[in-house]
């Protein structure tokens, strides 16, 4: 009997970092149970068991070897186990060697690959007992950065019922020197317009309100049918009927245009906030890092922000201690926050990536240094967010609700500014997740609003 049927075709699927790979996993679980598999919670009632990896940051690859290492024993109840993500593509067959009992390996840019590959694991025999070691069963999907081909599929299976993702682009070109991306997930490459926006418009269909479009740098997006440029993409998707909120992430300043202050500023379903992730305030740190843009260009990309018509969010990500990153560096990326005041900012320690350019220039700056950089800038980050915060004092805005604090007794929102505001309403008043209710603000906390509910 082979591994799948002992176990009923069941699988355990666990993701790590970002949106993309959120949602790769929603296409994997969807195409999983297309093929006749079923979903369980936990390990031990799966008899495949995946983990979608990041490799973004940090010992990543580590921490999903320890995982695989605690389960290597499960092997012998003839279980499988499968390695997906960034991860997968950056070690590739390394981790048949350091993970011996893995017999998939497969990067996103392969997932449409994904129902063969599974019936080659469903027919391998299980080992059991005292095997011999060359009849493991070693599937690989590495396509690397060849594959002009995207994933998609109508077996998507997303986890929310009212706000969902659909990729635009996949994979990167961009190259900066510390990012492993455009290894781990192939080359750009761009669906139709119209294949984007009939998922969308199938999506309103099933009671979605909220879209989100993704990819590595959104700004980059090229319809292969040559109908809409991004930012009329994004309008189209903002006029959809049903849709009420949508959001783009994430943009790069090189390939930001203006016309998308335009679209957000004439279509009211764009949602008011802009992730333009900076990395640093000193141009020539950013030279280093190979960005291709100089902190004026950045700041003219946000000046545009600025005098739209609309109160348009502004959100970013920094690096710190990247090689080579002075004291006066990292002023400057100090003066640049004071100077944007942005909403909100992810800030990362810089790590060495491998097979990333930077990795060959010297990571010279100590951990602690690193560690005081960030923590100065989350320490500034948190003034600059308590100020802006207030500016909403009250306001009317309208939240999309996304659960109870039943603690609290507060409906936990999001504002279409991509900000948390959480609100109090008259008693016997309840709300379905995914509805829209008008809130007053009355408090502004550095990572939060609090508000009450407004009649009507
Ligand atoms: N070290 C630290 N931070 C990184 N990021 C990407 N690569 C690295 C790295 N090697 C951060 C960037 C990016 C975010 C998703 O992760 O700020 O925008
Ligand atoms: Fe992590 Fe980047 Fe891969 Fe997303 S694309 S999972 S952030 S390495």
Redesign the pocket.
Known sequence: MSAAEQQDKTFYLETFG?QMNAHDSEKVVGTLVSQGYRQVPTVEEAGLVLYNTCS??DKAEQKVFHRLADFKKLEKQGKRFGVLGCVAQQEGEKIFEKAPHVSLVCGSASYRKLPEMLLQIERAPVLTGKFDIQKRLRVTGLDDRETDECFETEFTARTNPHRGYITIIEGCDKF?S???VPFTRGKERSRTSDSVLAEARQMAELGYTEIQLLGQNVNSYKDAAGKRTFAELLAAVGEVRGIRRVRFT?SHPRDFGKDIIDAIDSVPALCDHVHL?V?SGSTRVLDAMQRLYTREQYLERISWMKSARRDISITS???VGFPGETEDDFQLTLSLLDEVEYDAV?A??????PN?P?IKMEDAIPDEEKSRRLAALLEKQREIQKRRNQKHLSEIVEVMVEGKNDARGQWMGRTSQNKTLNFVAPEGCSFESGSYVPVRVTTALPNSLVGEMVDG
């Open positions: 970002c973004i940051r900066c510390y990012c492993v994430t992730p990395q990500d920094v690096i992810f990362f320690k810089y790590s060495p990536r990333t930077s």
